[in-house]
């Protein structure tokens, strides 16, 4: 099983939304078995609130649910049991890295590498334009998804424990 964690400043916009996008993928693939996706925040802000508003409208406007996700904090553990851990934005893995003390393993990377268009995703928080942000996460969930399905037949993601599940 690979385990993706997707990570913002508040998980209240755009890591939920690429959480979500990226698990509608992976169940459109029929990857379930093999893909474990969740979302994290580097700051305490937010934690314990839901998916910010225009973030849930923009998945449910694409037939996407969030019910239930509540946004929680990034913790050094995660380093251990996640085989990706995916920034929204430079801040974002400055905090990273800080939080899980490094990392030796190059786990960490920015979501929108994974695409043509190397860079930050949107955030909405400050520019109110999900329909960016959306366009952002879709085509970055695509891309990782595409290079997460290369990588089955051939060379794995390291494993993650045993014991480790995957959180939403």
Same mark, same amino acid.
């Given at each position: !099983?690979?385990?993706?964690l997707?990570?913002?400043?508040g998980?209240?916009?755009?890591? @939920?939304?690429?959480?979500?996008? !990226?698990?509608? !993928?992976?169940?459109?693939?029929?990857?379930e078995?093999?893909?474990?996706?969740? +979302?994290?925040?580097?700051?305490?802000?937010e934690?314990?609130?839901p998916?910010y508003?225009?973030?849930?409208?923009?998945?449910?406007?694409?037939?996407?649910?969030?019910a239930g996700k509540?946004?929680?904090q990034?913790?050094? +553990?995660?380093?251990?049991?996640?085989?990706?851990i995916?920034?929204?934005d430079r801040?974002?893995?400055y905090?990273?890295?800080?939080?899980?003390?490094?990392?030796?393993? +190059?786990?960490?990377?920015?979501?929108?590498?994974?695409?043509?268009?190397?860079?930050?995703v949107?955030d909405?928080?400050?520019?109110?334009?999900?329909?960016?942000?959306?366009?952002?996460?879709?085509?970055?969930?695509r891309?990782l998804?595409?290079?997460?399905?290369?990588?089955?037949?051939?060379?794995k993601? @390291?494993?993650?424990?045993? +014991?480790?599940?995957?959180?939403?």
């Amino acid at each position: !099983m690979t385990r993706v964690l997707f990570v913002c400043h508040g998980n209240i916009c755009r890591s @939920p939304m690429a959480e979500f996008v !990226m698990k509608d !993928m992976v169940e459109k693939a029929g990857l379930e078995q093999e893909i474990c996706v969740a +979302s994290a925040a580097t700051t305490t802000e937010e934690i314990g609130n839901p998916v910010y508003p225009p973030a849930r409208r923009k998945l449910a406007e694409h037939g996407i649910g969030c019910a239930g996700k509540t946004a929680r904090q990034m913790r050094c +553990s995660d380093y251990e049991q996640y085989d990706l851990i995916i920034g929204m934005d430079r801040e974002n893995l400055y905090d990273m890295r800080r939080i899980c003390r490094g990392d030796p393993e +190059s786990k960490i990377h920015l979501l929108m590498d994974y695409t043509d268009r190397p860079g930050d995703v949107a955030d909405p928080w400050y520019t109110r334009d999900f329909d960016a942000t959306w366009r952002d996460v879709e085509e970055g969930c695509r891309m990782l998804l595409e290079r997460l399905k290369q990588r089955r037949g051939g060379r794995k993601l @390291p494993a993650a424990p045993v +014991s480790a599940g995957c959180r939403s």
